[in-house]
Nanobody, 119 residues
């Protein structure tokens, strides 16, 4: 079945950097869009960044200029380079992978990786 696995979270001080990684697998139809969401305690999930197979990128206003999403299509991998981190970035970060056709059409989620930014 489809699996989405992310890693790279941790504890970092304000101004520091982290790099998140995600790999999606198990779909015979591939993944046309992948991206990152985050969810802070008591809040709704928020889109951080997304990327299509054609390298079209989208970012939340709060992270523009600080976070960069990239992809490696051969292995359905995406990365999120996180620089100049702020305490407001503290959240569980989830990788999302979209299957655009076939039986598996839908959005699939990883289990999340915790990012904590101290002041």
């Amino acid at each position: 079945q489809v699996q989405v696995v992310e890693s790279g979270g941790g504890l970092v001080q304000a101004g520091g950097s982290l790099r998140l990684s995600c790999e999606a697998s198990g779909s015979m139809f591939g993944f046309n869009v992948m991206g990152w969401y985050r969810q802070a305690p008591g809040k709704e999930p928020e889109l951080v960044a997304g990327i299509t197979s054609d390298d079209v990128r989208n970012y939340a206003d709060s992270v523009k200029g600080r976070l960069t999403i990239s992809r490696e299509n051969a292995k359905n991998r995406v990365f999120l380079q996180m620089n100049s981190l702020k305490p407001a970035d503290t959240a569980v970060y989830y990788c999302a992978a979209d299957v655009g056709m076939g039986w598996e059409t839908g959005r699939y989620w990883g289990q999340g990786t915790q990012v904590t930014v101290s002041s």
